[in-house]
């Protein structure tokens, strides 16, 4: 859950692009793109299921 936290601000809080995240947070291309994935879809699911 920590990756996914980091990874989350670093592209929507700080808008870091992901060759940055890469390497500044030394994790792989392949994390990255994973968990921004997971995490917009965990996202959109969580506003889908709020409406009413």
């Known amino acids: 859950?920590?990756?996914?936290a980091r990874v989350h601000g670093a592209f929507h809080v700080q808008?870091?692009?992901m060759k940055r995240i890469?390497?500044?947070l030394h994790?792989?291309?392949n994390t990255v793109a994973e968990r921004r994935l997971w995490a917009e879809a965990v996202w959109k699911r969580a506003c889908k299921v709020r409406r009413m």
């Open 1 to 4: 859950m920590d990756t996914i």
């Open 15 to 17: 808008g870091w692009s």
């Open 22 to 24: 890469v390497r500044d």
């Open 27 to 29: 994790v792989s291309r």
